[in-house]
């Protein structure tokens, strides 16, 4: 089977699920600030969208036990574009094996920093969604 990983079609910027204040993680040194997911500039990754699709396909590697097994479809992954353009909070929203779940995460906590989004002028924090797609031919 021939290996193929294609871009995601696109960014789903639709809101996420509010979290319970439980689940605010303890290592977070300062208050919890306005989290947004529509902004009037969104952010950007380092040469655009096409930059970014360019850059996932270029560094995620089919995992063999999936290829072996043929195992394919699409994970999605949220995360945030912080004040400073760095990537946090990459979680799994929807997987679809262990090993490619896994690798998604991977090539997204492996990202360069962005350009932040702003909200009047300022840079604001801002969640992604994102659907990567595995697939084999």
């Known amino acids: 089977a021939k290996e193929e ?3 995601p079609q696109e960014v789903i910027n639709e809101p996420a699920e509010p979290e319970a204040p439980e689940e605010v993680k ?3 040194t300062e208050t919890k600030e306005d989290l947004f997911q529509v ?3 969104m952010p ?3 040469g655009g969208e096409k930059a970014m699709y360019t850059y996932i396909g270029q560094n995620m ?5 999936a290829k072996k097994e043929g195992i394919q479809g699409r994970v999605f992954i949220t995360f945030v574009v912080e004040k400073d353009g760095s990537i946090t909070g990459v979680e799994l929203l929807r997987g679809v094996s262990e090993e ?3 690798e998604a995460l991977r090539v997204i906590n492996s990202m360069p920093d962005w350009t932040p989004g ?4 300022k840079p604001v924090r801002v969640q992604y969604r994102m659907p990567i797609k595995f697939g084999l031919n």
């Not at 702003?118 to 002028?121: A, D, L």
Request: charged share 45%; proline share 8%.
């Open 5 to 7: 990983i294609s871009e």
């Open 26 to 28: 303890a290592d977070e």
């Open 39 to 41: 902004v009037e500039t």
């Open 44 to 46: 950007k990754f380092p």
């Open 61 to 65: 590697k089919y995992p063999e036990k």
């Open 100 to 102: 490619l779940d896994q």
């Open 118 to 121: 702003e909200q009047r002028g």
